[in-house]
Structures are given as structure tokens and as C-alpha cells.
């Protein structure tokens, strides 16, 4: 087909040979996506499917594949650069990226933004039924007027979220009948609509809603307090939101998720010390009962807020 045209191409392993599919695998998608490793959990009997839609501008592959875990070096960053995004979205299954610190554990009516310009790590479960739709650098970083990291918990079991979702779906159902200038309008709508999500503009607007939020933040903080693993990126997905709407909220309200959680892992160390039943806890199991990942650091941490030690507090109050 000429240069520029829109073209669909299918591919599967289950003609060949199952000791050559994972090597055909590996051809076919390194020809698909920038230089990647490939790790599979059964390579002596893969069975991976793709539906690929392209043009010059654009990309959306639809796959299904048995568990694999894919990898990009800062040796390959550099050997094969690749400064585009993929948005990850899984229909059933389960996707965990790990890029750049960050994780975003991706199950159906989720998604995630990733660039190719920095190592990951991506684990895809069995029986994995999944899209990747490439989009332009220039697309995400104008938009955004920076580059994005990864966005973790993207919601698309609802509002702009459902509706990409739906558009990606229609996109690949009517693969078969749609032009170039149609596929490539219909993912420009798609783009404006993630960095929207990305950008948090699908936030809510209006005071009362605002509250709402903050509200089920804090009395979900108020109830996870002492889960270390408490950050605003599982805060967000645990409650449905976009990180970027939680910290709005919160930033209505004077702080941040980050603040609210030493906060109230704070006041709770304190009412343990101000409780007669718990004098028997030591200032190490108080650390830890509230989350604190040791002794010195709430005492660093409590020291800055109250003005005395824990241990002094305590002697204070006998």
C-alpha cells in the first residue's frame, strides 16, 4: 500500500510450530514496538494473537498472549530511542509497569501512560487481552507542556475515561472500514481526551464536589494510616480518583496526600502515647503500628511537628 496509508495487519502463533512461537513472537513485535526484552513464563509453547491498525501518525494494536514479561534497558533507551507514548489497557487480565519508581498494576476499566523514552519493566498475566495504541511525543508533551510520567490508575470505567475506552473499541471493531484521515481524526479525539485524564481535567469543579472528595480521602487516610505502603498513588486507586484530583482537592484544603498521611500517622502515635492502655508499646512498635518505617523516623518527624521527642511526651504525661 502506498507510503502514509492507513493498513491492518493480523498475526498469530497458532499455525506454527509451538518450539517457534516464541521466537516469532519476539520478530514480530520488536518489528511492531522500539527494542524490548522478552521474558516468557512457557516459551516452548507461546500462544500470543495481534490485530494492528496503523498510519504514519498513529498506531493501536489489539492483543491477547499467554503470560510474559516485557523489558526496556537504558541500554536499549539509548541504542533504539523512541521518544513516543503507549497507552496500556487491559480488557481482561492484568498489566503491572514499573517505570521511573512508579508502579501502576492495570486490571480492566484502568489504564496508563508510558513513554519508551525510559527503562520499564511490564508483567502481563495469562490469557492477557489487551490494547497498546501509539501516540506522538509532540501530541502528549504539547498538551501537557511537559513530559509525562507514568500515569498510574487512569480511571476508564467512567466519564472521558469509559469514553476512551469505547472510542479504542469502536477504532478496532471498524478497523476494516475506516480511511486514513478517519482513523487518524478519531485518534487525535482519543489524545485530547488522555491528556485531559493525564492533566486532570476531567476534575471535579464546583466547591461542594471539591469537599467531597476530601472528605473520602481523609477518612480514608484516617482508616489506612498504619499501611506503610500508604501513598496518593494507592490512595487514588483504592477510592476510584486520578491522583491529580486528590491532590486538587487536598490543595483546596491547604495540604497534600503526602502531608495528610504523616499527619495523621502522627496524631495517631500521639493518642497512643496520651493512652494509659499503651504504655506497654515501645516507641519502636509505636513507629511501626502507625506506619513509620522506624523509630528515628517518627521521632526526626515527631520532634518537627510537636516540638518534643515521643519518648519525651510520654514522660511529660506521667
Not at 498538551?143 to 469505547?166: D, H, K, T, W, Y
Not at 503526602?258 to 508499646?281: F, G, N, Q, S
Request: hydrophobic share 35%; net charge negative; proline share 4%.
Amino acid at each position: 500500500m502506498p507510503a502514509g496509508s492507513y493498513s491492518v495487519e493480523t498475526l498469530t502463533t497458532e499455525e506454527l510450530d509451538p518450539r517457534e512461537r516464541a521466537d516469532f513472537w519476539t520478530e514480530q513485535i520488536g518489528s511492531y514496538q522500539s527494542r524490548m526484552g522478552f521474558r516468557y513464563a512457557q516459551s516452548d509453547n507461546f500462544r500470543g494473537e495481534t490485530v494492528r491498525q496503523r498510519t504514519d501518525t498513529y498506531q493501536l494494536v489489539k492483543y491477547r498472549s499467554d503470560e510474559i514479561e516485557y523489558t526496556r534497558t537504558l541500554r536499549q533507551v539509548r541504542q533504539d530511542p523512541d521518544e513516543d507514548y503507549r497507552l496500556l489497557l487491559p480488557m481482561s487480565g492484568e498489566i503491572v509497569l514499573r517505570q521511573d519508581g512508579e508502579e501502576a498494576r492495570l486490571t480492566p476499566g484502568t489504564a496508563a501512560l508510558v513513554t519508551f523514552a525510559s527503562p520499564f519493566q511490564c508483567l502481563q498475566s495469562d490469557a492477557i487481552d489487551a490494547f497498546i495504541f501509539t501516540i506522538p511525543a509532540r501530541e502528549v508533551d504539547g498538551r501537557l507542556n511537559a513530559r509525562s510520567p507514568v500515569a498510574s490508575g487512569l480511571n476508564l470505567s467512567c466519564g472521558l475515561g469509559r469514553i476512551v475506552g469505547s472510542m479504542l473499541t469502536g477504532l478496532h471493531e471498524e478497523r476494516e472500514h475506516l480511511t486514513d484521515p478517519e482513523f487518524n481524526a478519531v485518534s487525535d479525539r482519543v489524545v485530547e481526551l488522555v491528556c485531559m485524564l493525564t492533566a486532570g481535567d476531567d476534575r471535579p469543579d464546583t466547591p461542594g464536589q471539591l469537599g467531597e472528595v476530601e472528605t473520602m480521602v481523609r477518612r480514608h487516610v484516617r482508616d489506612h494510616a498504619a499501611d506503610p505502603n500508604l501513598t496518593g498513588t494507592t490512595m487514588a486507586r483504592a477510592l476510584g480518583w486520578s491522583l491529580r484530583q486528590i491532590q486538587l482537592a487536598l490543595q483546596k484544603a491547604g495540604t497534600t496526600p503526602r502531608e495528610l498521611i504523616r499527619e495523621e500517622r502522627l496524631r495517631l502515635v500521639r493518642d497512643h502515647l496520651l493512652c494509659a492502655k499503651c504504655e506497654h508499646m515501645t516507641i519502636t512498635d509505636l513507629a511501626y503500628s502507625a506506619g513509620f518505617s522506624s523509630a528515628s523516623a517518627l521521632s526526626t518527624t515527631f520532634r518537627r511537628r510537636y516540638g518534643v521527642s515521643p519518648r519525651e511526651m510520654r514522660q511529660s504525661m506521667r
